[in-house]
C-alpha cells in the first residue's frame, strides 16, 4: 500500500520558533509538493521539488522554506513561525510522468502557532 | 493563483440522488483531476481526464471536460450518505504555464457536498 507520511497530525507552537514539518513517501516518487489549505482559499502550493536538492517556489513561498536531501522526504521549514501560519499543511507526491500526474497526499498536519 | 473554481460551494442533496459538481479553470492543462477530502484528512485521487480526453468514467463517477470553455464536471450517481465530503477539482498545466516556475498541481477551493440519508 503506497504511502505519504506526515510526522505529525496535530502541532502546536509558540510565535518565533522554527518548525519542521516532515514528509516521507515510499513510492520512490520524482515530485513532491507542500500546500496549505485554509478555509475559504483551497489548497495553495508553498514548494515543489522534482529531484533530490531541487526546489522551486510556488504560489506562497515567503515565510517558508524547504529541504530535499533524500528522494523520499521533503521537508517544510518555517523559520520564525506566525500566528498567520496557522494552517493545515499537505504534503503531497506524485511520479515524473507528464501522462499520468496523480498526487497522493498524507494526512496532513494541523499547525497551531500561539 | 488559484486555477481551478468549483461550483457550487456546498451541496446538500438526498441519498439515491445525484450529485454534479463543475470546475472552470483558466490556462492550458495536460490533464485535470479530481479529488476527495473527508473532514480533517488529506485528500484521495478520484480520477484523472487527460486533455484529449472529453468523457471519463470510473464505477459511480462520470467526468467531463470541455477544453473550450476550460470547464469540467464530476457526476457521481446514485449518492450515499459515505459520499459526503469535500471535492476538489485539480488542473495539470504544462512546466511554466502556472507562472514563478512552478510546476504541480493547481487546486480549486472545493465543493463541499453533504448526502442525507
Known amino acids: 500500500d503506497v504511502k505519504v507520511t506526515q510526522s505529525s497530525r496535530y502541532l502546536v507552537k509558540r510565535t518565533g520558533e522554527k518548525v519542521f514539518l516532515e514528509c516521507v513517501q515510499d513510492?520512490?516518487?520524482?515530485?513532491m509538493f507542500w500546500y496549505r489549505q485554509d478555509p475559504g482559499l483551497g489548497l495553495r502550493l508553498i514548494y515543489f521539488s522534482y529531484d533530490v536538492k531541487m526546489k522551486e517556489k510556488g504560489d506562497i513561498p515567503e515565510g517558508y522554506s524547504v529541504s530535499r536531501e533524500k528522494k523520499e522526504r521533503f521537508s517544510l521549514i518555517l523559520e520564525s513561525a506566525s500566528t498567520n501560519q496557522t494552517s493545515m499543511y499537505l504534503c503531497?507526491?506524485?511520479?515524473?510522468?507528464?501522462?499520468?500526474?496523480?498526487?497522493?497526499f498524507g494526512q496532513g498536519t494541523r499547525l497551531t502557532v500561539v | 493563483s488559484q486555477q481551478g473554481e468549483e461550483d457550487p460551494q456546498a451541496l446538500s442533496i438526498q441519498e439515491g440522488e445525484n450529485a454534479t459538481m463543475n470546475c472552470s479553470y483558466k490556462t492550458s492543462i495536460n490533464n485535470l483531476q479530481w479529488y476527495r477530502q473527508n473532514s480533517g484528512r488529506g485528500l484521495v485521487h478520484l480520477i484523472l481526464?487527460?486533455?484529449?480526453?472529453r468523457e471519463k468514467h470510473s464505477g459511480r463517477l462520470r467526468v467531463t471536460l470541455d477544453t473550450s470553455k476550460k470547464s469540467s464536471s464530476l457526476l457521481i450517481t446514485a449518492s450515499r450518505a459515505a459520499d459526503t465530503a469535500s471535492y476538489f477539482c485539480a488542473t495539470d498545466a504544462p512546466f511554466g504555464v502556472r507562472g514563478g516556475g512552478a510546476d504541480g498541481l493547481t487546486f480549486g477551493k472545493g465543493t463541499h457536498l453533504i448526502i442525507q440519508p
Open positions: 481526464i487527460r486533455s484529449n480526453e
Open positions: 503531497a507526491s506524485s511520479p515524473h510522468n507528464k501522462g499520468n500526474t496523480e498526487a497522493f
Open positions: 513510492m520512490d516518487h520524482e515530485n
